[in-house]
């Protein structure tokens, strides 16, 4: 990868982070969820303790027992009305917003429950993630589908934006999934291990990070792949931004974004956006707008902006006093909530 | 530097086979009062709380990568696990990975080189190998996961000493101790062993190593054993059974006396015996005491060869192989003679072992470019025979010695205490497979600046 842009902190800052409120929960944030209604966030603990503060002010509106030994993972309901946890005792619990308990407490099949994800539309649906077993519930926590096995654990799953399919990754490839079939539909095999997966919103490139520090396309068109290398490290970080041009990943301290307009990222040079002095840990787009906020080891936030085709630049950075663990969009696309590995939750506005 | 070296929790791998009293040593260590919070990650076991301890139940999954490569292969169960582990703030002091009985040691003690976030965060501490004393017999010479948990491990129990005599146990002993130079051996029974020989024991402390293992350096023989026996004028008759080995070298000497002292005396002049031609001598023929080396041949169903011996007095018997590996016995007018003392060798042949280990010591400085490229070279070339490696090494203009260890083709390395006053010195082992002492050692002396 060559090195293009340098350009952190070289130009003015029209933008600014303003932080809003910071609170601290009893231990390393392994998971930040912004309600889509905007009004919750939901941050839990590695401990277990699921706390939700209202997303305007640090206000802790409940707390969440969440699951022995740990929660791994957060999903809210479209709706907004029930969370969604899993742990390491093995169970999904929907938490109701109205009564402030868990009114299921669900089997994910294995010892670690660590991955879940609502599907949208108007009937829900969620996925959960347990060793090999991938499994579906509707909005009211009965089971709609238990899959065979995956050959391996499941380290990752993502819905397809808008259409009701499921991507998962496990050590051996990707494998699609419909509701409606009771077997995969399709398999993308690389003997390979992938940490994270994201699905380009228009639905033509399964991106996957890798144990093995790269990245993967996946061309779903064609089933072809094209594998990034030379990343420092694994990578764990993805995201692609609203328009599906631009996947951002980390796997080192330098943001590295790739352009998929016009023939794809093939045999380009990408994007490096320095600034982090630390491994990234988090890489996220807006949902709708194109600013992409970073976060990283060394306890730093930069928001960077695109400018043209390949001009960026870091907008503003700001310091917490621990590495950054999770960072979240607000629905509107105005506030970022960033988690800490020493428990800290932080809300900042862009302004 | 240190600030981040004390962060890093001490990981112990903890491999054997099958009933070698693996789990009654982990219950030990968890039920042990030494106040260390302990994280075990076992295969098979649901998720419990003891105490202040936490058991976490894994299900082996082997990662390989996509190049091939048997070094990338690692346990990817253990990367979450240890990863979400590595989160919490109130840290583990400790954690034990138990393996499975059958499992290669190489991709658990690989997953914590394998990448910044393990390296950082975790140490390993050591592979403790726990062996079955009696059963390991029938595993040492077909089981390639077995000679690869000696092979690979830092620390071995013998256990079950109850169920073997002391004969076997030093056979054992002196037939591991070829395969694995390195590690420190304890006997025991149920799996009792001091905490501290077990927990942060430091994979990096070759020191300690070397002291209690001094046979780690000793010279090699080509003899397993030698026996010293007072025998009278007349025929003896040396009967065998049939045992691992098609023939066996042997020398008798006349010595002095029969003392131990007569019989150390003996070793170098027989040494030089070993290195002459040998002769053949079928079931039936005649045995006589002198300067020959004589190659008994064990293919016979009558395995008796006849002693000869002119003038009573002491005389020595050297044996290529340990004489109990075929149940050899010396009789005199029919009766057993045993003998008055006798002693084991490090062999150098280890049996047909090509799982061995080769130390350098060497004092001087080393150039640290010449190192760099050796090592690389090394590692490129024979990282897949090379099990495990770790050292003390003086690099020339460094204050502090440098300390290592690798697995397969994984390094890690770092600068340790200040040398001090200390006289500066190298030594590292490497253990491995068809390793090249040889080459080995002028490649790493080539390297001293």
Known sequence: ?351 | MNAMLNNQVPVTVLTGFLGSGKTTLLNRILTENHGKRIAVIENEFGEVGVDNDLVIGAEEEIFEMNNGCICCTVRGDLIRILGNLMKRRDKFDYIMVETTGLADPGPVAQTLFMDAEMTEKLQLDSVTTVVDAKHIWQHIDDSDEAREQIAFADVILLNKIDLVTEKELNQLEARIRGMNGAAKIYRTKDAVVEMDKILNVGGFDLDRAMEVDPQFMEPEYPFEWAGLYNLSAGTHELVLQEGPDPTMKVALAPVNESTDEALKAAVEPVVMVFSDDEHELSAGGALQPGGQLIELNLTADELRFDVQIDRSGAYALFTEHHPDEFQAQLFGSGALVKPVVDREFKPDHEHDDEVTSVGITTPGDLHPDRLNDWIGNLLQTKGLDIFRMKGILSIKGQPNRFVFQGVHMLFDGRPDRPWGGEPRYNSLIFIGRNLDRTELTEGFEACLA
Request: charged share 20%; aromatic share 10%; net charge neutral.
């Open chain 1, 1 to 351: 990868m060559s090195r293009l842009n340098n350009l952190s902190n070289r130009f003015a800052q029209p933008i600014q982070l303003r932080e809003n409120w910071s609170a601290t929960i009893s231990d390393y944030v392994i998971d930040l969820a912004w309600s889509p209604d905007g009004r919750y966030i939901a941050a839990a603990s590695v401990l277990g303790p699921v706390t939700i503060f209202e997303g305007r002010r640090r206000t802790v509106i409940d707390a969440f027992r969440g699951h022995e030994f740990g929660t791994m993972s957060i999903a809210w309901r479209p709706d907004s009305k029930v969370l969604a946890s899993a742990g390491q005792d093995g169970k999904i619990r929907l938490w109701d917003m109205t009564s402030g308990r868990a009114t299921h407490s669900l089997d994910g099949g294995a010892a670690w429950v660590e991955h879940l994800a609502w599907s949208g539309g108007k009937k829900p649906i969620l996925a959960s993630a347990a060793g090999r077993k991938l499994k579906l519930w509707n909005a009211v926590g009965d089971l709609v589908r238990e899959y065979p096995d995956h050959q391996s654990t499941i380290s990752g799953f993502q819905w397809k934006p808008r259409v009701g399919q499921l991507a998962s990754i496990a050590y051996g490839g990707v494998t699609l999934w419909d509701p409606q079939q009771s077997e995969a539909i399709r398999r993308l095999e690389w003997q390979g291990s992938s940490l994270v997966i994201a699905w380009s919103p228009d639905g033509k490139y399964i991106a996957t990070g890798d144990q093995d520090s790269t990245v993967h396309f996946w061309i779903m068109s064609t089933g072809d792949d094209l594998q990034m290398s030379g990343y420092p490290t694994k990578v764990r970080e993805l995201s692609w931004d609203a328009t599906s041009r631009y996947l951002a990943t980390g796997g080192g301290q330098e943001v590295v974004m790739w352009d998929c307009s016009g023939r794809g990222p093939a045999n380009t040079d990408p994007i490096m956006l320095s600034g982090h002095q630390d491994f990234l840990s988090v890489v996220r787009f807006q949902h709708r707008g194109k600013l992409l906020a970073s976060g990283g080891a060394d306890g730093r936030v930069y928001v960077w902006q695109l400018r043209g085709s390949t001009r960026s630049l870091a907008v503003h950075e700001v310091a917490l006093t621990a590495g950054v663990t999770s960072l979240v969009w607000s629905p509107n696309d105005q506030h970022i909530a960033v988690g800490d590995e020493s428990g800290g939750v932080s809300v900042f506005s862009i302004s």
